[in-house]
């Protein structure tokens, strides 16, 4: 099989790995990938943009792709299922109408509601002064979330009535453009933060391992929001009984409303929740897609190939596999951020240690990152002319320049992003997979490298 995956994350170089490992797959080919995915065996990256749906189309067409994975939200929301299954290719992930439930808050609270799904109670202005009027009524701590795709930024845990009274302001004023023209106002949630992704076909829905992420920059859960600086799998905190419980009330009532919409939703349904102390659970919001970092540390655990489950997906077939095989043990990923992440960031750093992590058994996936000669201002996608040379024979011959080994050459690797990269311990218990991805990040080296020292803190003091 020939697979394209679109995107550039960590996310996007984990989703490739795992592919790759399936004696199925014999190439990948990543729209743009990264530094990781450049070095890769049998990987190859494509320097377009993934909303450039024709470029896209085209290589599927001339390249022989059997089967695309789309990692991000952004094309999933646009449109791209929808133009490449036009053109008759296999696509995972929802088409747009599907994509709404991570691309419309508000669409997808009134899904929620319709499905009796349980979530904050809220409510939905187009108004700043109904916004303001109903949050001073209802009193602080208060969400304030704008409707569409913000990267992460628009949802705002407000401490106070003023505080949430400026986030309407800036939402109105035009923040997040057309993102902000509806705004949501729900109950704050309090407890702890669960990821629960599912695969699903449209009708069958095959949960992956529960992951909690850490999503806040600062260690002990401060400061501010990210898209997430470390995760581990599988969560304790979702025991069998809890996830049989979201499977019943949240997964299989969300796909059977999808469904009765007329949508037919292919791909990820990921359930962001929220768990009380008391075990009670609360959908916060939903993702149409692969999680970022949940993947780096649900895909090494995965034993199923990859490949088998997404096409499965895709052909409505999942509901005929056996049940999705998993490792026994437990895996943790620690998020290496670029200094000032996830305020205005420095990229254009010699990247050293990646060897070594790996060689010490860690997982290296690389977010922003490129092969390059490094120096400040980095690129975004890689140029074929940016490739170093046995990359560019690959590109131009389409033969691997080695057929074995996770890594080939070492090309300095450059920072180019916010997430630099993560590195995945995987362990027999949480301590071994915990100790195994710091040992392994403690190898890595580029000037500001920021990672957080207390990921699975909540694990090590249980
Ligand atoms: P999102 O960008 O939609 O993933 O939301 C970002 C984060 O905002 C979530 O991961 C939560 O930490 C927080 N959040 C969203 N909704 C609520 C809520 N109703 N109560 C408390 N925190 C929330
Ligand atoms: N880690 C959070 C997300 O993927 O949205």
């Not at 600062?218 to 009984?241: C, F, H, I, K, S």
């Not at 301590?431 to 190898?443: M, T």
């Amino acid at each position: 099989m020939k697979v394209l995956v679109v995107g550039n994350g960590g996310r996007e170089h984990a989703i490739a790995w795992a592919l790759l490992r399936s004696p199925q797959v014999e190439q990948v080919l990543c729209i743009p990938g990264n530094g990781g995915t450049a070095t890769l065996s049998r990987c190859q990256n494509l320097p377009y943009s993934v909303d450039d749906f024709e470029r896209i189309g085209q290589v599927v067409r001339e390249q022989g792709i059997d089967l695309v994975v789309v990692g991000p939200e952004v094309p999933l929301a646009i449109g791209i299922t929808d133009y490449l299954q036009a053109q008759g290719a296999m696509v995972f992930g929802p088409t747009k109408a599907g994509a709404q439930i991570e691309a419309s808050k508000a669409w997808a609270k009134a899904l929620m509601q319709e499905a009796g799904i349980p979530t904050a109670k809220a409510a939905v202005f187009t108004q700043e002064s109904a916004a303001k009027d109903y949050v001073t009524a209802q009193g602080a701590p208060i969400v304030v979330k704008a409707d569409g795709l913000a990267a992460g930024k628009g949802v705002i845990v407000a401490e106070t009535v003023a505080q949430a009274h400026q986030a309407l302001e800036a939402i109105f004023a035009g923040q997040f453009g057309d993102a902000g023209k509806f705004v949501v106002v729900e109950e704050c949630l309090v407890g702890q933060e669960a990821s629960v992704l599912a695969l699903t076909d449209g009708i069958t829905i095959r949960p992956l391992l529960p992951a909690q992420d850490h999503k806040r920059i600062g260690e002990g859960d401060t400061g501010e929001n990210t898209g997430g600086m470390g995760v581990y799998a599988p969560a304790p905190l979702v025991t069998p009984e809890l996830m049989a419980r979201i499977e019943r009330e949240v997964l299989q009532p969300a796909i059977a409303t999808l469904r009765s919409k007329g949508i037919d939703y292919r791909g990820v349904l990921y359930a962001g929740l929220m768990i009380a102390p008391t075990g009670e659970f609360k959908v916060l919001e939903f993702n149409c897609r692969f999680g970022d970092p949940e993947t780096q540390a649900i895909l090494p655990l995965l034993e199923t190939p990859l490949e088998e489950l997404l096409v499965a997906c895709c052909q409505q077939k999942l509901g005929e596999l056996p049940p999705i095989a998993w490792k026994p043990g437990a895996a943790c990923c620690v998020v290496a951020a670029a200094k000032g992440y996830p305020g205005a960031y420095e990229k254009g750093h010699v990247i050293t240690g990646i060897e070594s992590a790996e060689a010490s058994g860690g997982c290296v996936f690389h977010a922003g990152t490129r092969l390059g000669q490094g120096g400040q201002g980095g690129q975004g996608g890689l140029r074929e002319s940016q490739l170093p040379t046995p990359e560019r024979q690959f590109a131009q011959r389409g033969t691997p320049p080695h057929a074995t080994g996770s890594s080939r050459l070492p090309t300095p690797v450059i920072t180019d992003g916010g997430r630099v990269l993560g590195v995945t311990g995987v362990g027999e218990d949480f301590e071994q997979a915990i100790a195994l991805a710091y040992d392994a990040i403690a190898q890595i080296h580029f000037d500001g490298i920021y990672y957080r020292r207390d990921i699975g803190y909540r694990i090590r003091n249980s």
